[in-house]
């Protein structure tokens, strides 16, 4: 009886083969909790719901620091302190400052000093190497396939030549020989053409196959694509974000200029009212003047007549 294992998700037992490589989930697991990426740090994680779209680290950098800003670098919405994100900074310690680029043309990858490390002895950013090695992989996926295809399809022919047998098992054999024989100079000069022209993708990349090419090219195109629609999200993210802060300045502005115009109009008719009472008051003292003034001519008069 075969050895039964459990899914890490739902703990029911399934053989080995049922099971995926690296988590360990069932079919239903796998479809019910699918590997996506998170919105903010685009790293791989296991969504837990639909609604679900940041990984647990961003939601608990959220809960800490409030929503990212697009890091200064590569433009990832994930710099939750600051204008980098936590990957450009922890780099930039160790590596250095940023280096333009080949894949995507920006100030976002960081040379490790290490020709082993770097993809196909190109300097890429972290976002081109994954999309870069997932090429590679359904690359030779592809060429799994298409090896395993043409191997069974290379034992049936075989199968039915030994059953026709005779002359006829003979000239078929000759003929397919001399024509898998005219064939490799062509693949081997496809191959040279290929890598003459000065190709992005390695020889390891070129299959049996001629199909194969334009599923590489086509796989790389759909790979920059998304690439460009992300960073055409990011910045309309970065112009959303700025256009809020324009109109959060200028309502602030429309504010200050409102109060300030109140407080001059307030000091105004402060000012006024101040005048006003001065201007009453010396009326008044004008007045009383006036009356003693009038008081002591009239008690001279007096003194003069009264011999």
């Known amino acids: 009886m075969a050895a039964l294992y459990a899914c890490t998700k739902c703990h029911q037992r399934f053989p080995f083969e049922a099971l995926s490589q690296g988590q360990q989930l069932c079919k239903e697991c796998r479809i019910a909790h699918p590997v996506v990426k998170c919105t903010y740090c685009r790293t791989e994680y296991q969504q837990e719901s639909k609604t679900n779209t940041i990984c647990k ?21 994930a710099a939750f302190i600051g204008n980098k994100c936590q990957r450009c900074t922890n780099s930039e310690k160790k590596y250095g400052p940023p280096y333009s680029c080949e894949q995507c043309k920006q100030q976002c990858a960081f040379d490790r000093k290490d020709d082993r490390k770097k993809v196909d002895g190109k300097l890429l950013c972290w976002l081109c190497t994954l999309s870069y090695k997932r090429v590679l992989q359904k690359t030779k996926e592809q060429r799994k396939h298409l090896s395993s295809s043409s191997r069974v399809s290379h034992q049936e022919k075989e199968q039915y030549s030994r059953l026709s047998g005779g002359s006829h098992y003979n000239s078929q054999k000759t003929l397919s020989t001399s024509s898998i024989q005219n064939e490799i100079p062509k693949k081997k000069s496809k191959f040279e053409s290929v890598t003459t022209n000065g190709d992005s993708f390695s020889p390891d990349l070129a299959l049996d196959s001629p199909g194969t090419d334009h599923f590489v090219i086509i796989a790389q195109l759909k790979e920059e694509v998304a690439t460009l629609k992300k960073m055409l999200h990011q910045k309309d993210q970065m112009i959303l974000e700025k256009e809020k802060k324009i109109t959060e300045l200028k309502a602030d502005f429309q504010y200050q200029e409102s109060q300030m115009r109140a407080k001059m109009n307030q000091m105004e008719k402060t000012h006024k009212e101040v005048t006003e009472q001065l201007q009453a008051k010396n009326r008044e003292l004008l007045k009383q003047a006036a009356a003693l003034s009038k008081s002591k001519k009239s008690e001279k008069s007096g003194a003069i007549t009264s011999p």
């Open 57 to 77: 680290k961003c939601a608990q950098n959220v809960q800490l620091y409030g929503t990212p800003k697009p890091c200064q670098y590569c433009n990832i919405i």
